[in-house]
């Protein structure tokens, strides 16, 4: 199993940037694929950005896209969304998730495929 426990989330400005991290425990995380994703009140649940198990392969969802940079440290069992340039649409509950990558080094972007959840941090971009 893996817990996952977010931190980094606040206040900031339009403009500003945020820097989110996911910490994991269990021994086996470089064999789970990662993502974020958020969700706004009134709003479902909503892919922010992947990474693989290697971290060799990454991807962010068109809304932040140019925006975001998802990374990992496997050597620290923790995961990263750095966010710049941020909106008031960026303000949302934002959620670490883990599913075990069997094979290969794949990309996962759908909710239903994630195992474990976080239990969220809190971003709020005040305009």
């Known amino acids: 199993q893996v817990q996952l426990v977010e931190s980094g989330g606040g206040l900031v400005q339009a403009g500003g940037s945020l820097r989110l991290s996911c910490a994991a425990s269990?021994?086996?995380?470089?064999?789970?694929?990662m993502a974020w994703f958020r969700q706004a009140p009134g709003k479902e649940r909503e892919f922010v950005a992947a990474?693989?198990?290697?971290?060799?392969?990454?991807f962010c969802a068109d809304s932040v896209k140019g925006r975001c940079t998802i990374s990992r440290d496997n050597a620290k069992n923790a995961v990263y969304l750095q966010m710049n340039s941020l909106e008031p649409e960026d303000t949302a509950v934002y959620y670490c998730?883990?599913?075990?990558?069997?094979?290969?080094?794949?990309?996962?972007?759908?909710?239903?495929?994630?195992?474990?959840w976080g239990q969220g941090t809190q971003v709020t971009v005040s305009s």
């Open positions: 990474i693989s198990r290697s971290g060799g392969r990454t």
């Open positions: 998730a883990a599913v075990r990558s069997y094979t290969g080094d794949g990309l996962f972007t759908r909710t239903e495929l994630f195992d474990y």
């Open positions: 269990g021994r086996t995380f470089s064999s789970y694929a």
